[in-house]
T-cell receptor
């Protein structure tokens, strides 16, 4: 099992560009999450999904969109990147809402 | 809304010494409580969680935590640390009726030989 994988690992964008981050899990988990981590802060939830075809807003959803067309994939989109979106993005998945969340290795994004 | 305070940003300790990482929270509703560890350039890994029942929770790598409802605390302890325990530790709370957790700012545990 690969667990949770994230693509890409690193990316540099210019302000106004768009991109999509891909998260994939092979554990047949229902729940998937996107977080961002900024220096000196804990993780903050951007969006989450409780099953295929569903998405919901987390604590900091503005400027991001998500899609969960397939159970194993959870995509995070930035339509018009801003320097404030420079961060490390983590994806996670869990079997149920109270089961252990398994995290991916992260995507480091720099927006110039 | 809930909040989490990790009282120490950095905790230096010698190898084989005991350690306690402190976490206090505030919430107007019942919560679940979590401790995560993050090694450099990696994602978070769950150490332990409190959902209900016994207030003393045992986790992986010899860590344990005690939920104290009256003091709204969930401190993490290990009786004897190893060099490999050097990492960032995060406390998190999540209302039982919500999917959205709140994380603390993290405590950097530095184990010296």
């Amino acid at each position: 099992n690969a667990g949770v994988t994230q693509t890409p690992k690193f990316r540099v964008l210019k302000t106004g560009q768009s991109m999509t981050l891909l998260c994939a899990q092979d554990m047949n988990h229902e729940y998937m999450y996107w977080y961002r981590q900024d220096p000196g802060m804990g993780l903050r939830l951007i969006h989450y999904s409780v099953g295929e075809g569903t998405t919901a807003k987390g604590e900091v959803p503005d400027g991001y969109n998500v899609s969960r067309l397939k159970k194993q994939n959870f995509l995070l989109g930035l339509e018009s990147a801003a320097p404030s979106q420079t961060s490390v993005y983590f994806c996670a998945s869990s079997l149920t809402s109270i089961e252990t969340q398994y995290f991916g290795p992260g995507t480091r994004l720099l927006v110039l | 809304a809930q909040s989490v305070t990790q009282l120490d940003s950095q905790v230096p300790v010698f190898e084989e010494a005991p350690v306690e990482l402190r976490c206090n929270y505030s919430s107007s509703v019942s919560v679940y409580l979590f401790w995560y560890v993050q090694y450099p350039n990696q994602g978070l890994q769950l150490l332990l969680k409190y959902l209900s029942g016994s207030t003393l929770v045992k986790g992986i790598n010899g860590f344990e935590a005690e939920f104290n409802k009256s003091q709204t605390s969930f401190h993490l302890r290990k009786p004897s640390v190893h060099i490999s325990d050097t990492a960032e530790y995060f406390c998190a709370v999540r209302p039982q009726r919500s999917y959205i957790p709140t994380f603390g700012r993290g405590t950097s545990l530095i184990v010296h030989p």
